[in-house]
């Protein structure tokens, strides 16, 4: 146990009395010590190789401006002279398809549940020549259509989930006639983060909009 020099001293002195402590586990840690050093054999038999150290790491990005995280720091290791982008591509890893096709309890505006396994509107994945996670433009912003709604309407989410409605509406329903479709999405769908959220920025990406 690590202790300060004063209770160090009362240790051996008085006999202070210390608290009982978990044993370590360092397997974990040292599955990814062996893992890491045999990455490193390996990759210097295919080119020159070199390490470099987490001071290093974070004084070329505190220089640059660039916040901290481990994608900032893949790239400061590879080019020191990068510096901060006024836009980035955010994705995020959607749900295809609901699991459940009956439910344990009555949905709002049901008296019963639907226990028959029979597919409801939560299940449906196409509808209208659009599917689950389509890149669509509405009210001068780019989402994705996370549901379907009665036989014409869809519900609109931009990258952190959050609806996208009419604002002189209350209801988050959209009738597809007032879409179209910009990409189509499986499981990812990408998004131009930090900049400002139009469609004539969508239509830039097209190729970057989802995958």
Sequence with gaps: MTLCEGCHERHHKDGLKL???KSAFYISAAHVQQGKNYLQAELSRIAPLRTTFDYITAHHRNKAGIKKSHVNDAVIIADKQAGPLDRQIQTKHVQSRQRSLHEATARKGRKAPNRTQKRNNKNVFTLKDFNRWDTVPYKR???F???FTDTSSCR???IKGNYIKNPEKKY????LREV???HENSSIVSYYANSSPTFAIAQEGDS???S
């Design 19 to 21: 608290p009982k402590q």
């Design 141 to 143: 912003r780019v989402g």
């Design 145 to 147: 259509i996370s549901g």
């Design 156 to 158: 609109i989410v931009d």
């Design 172 to 175: 988050t329903q959209v009738n």
């Design 180 to 182: 179209r479709k910009i």
């Design 208 to 210: 970057l909009a989802g």
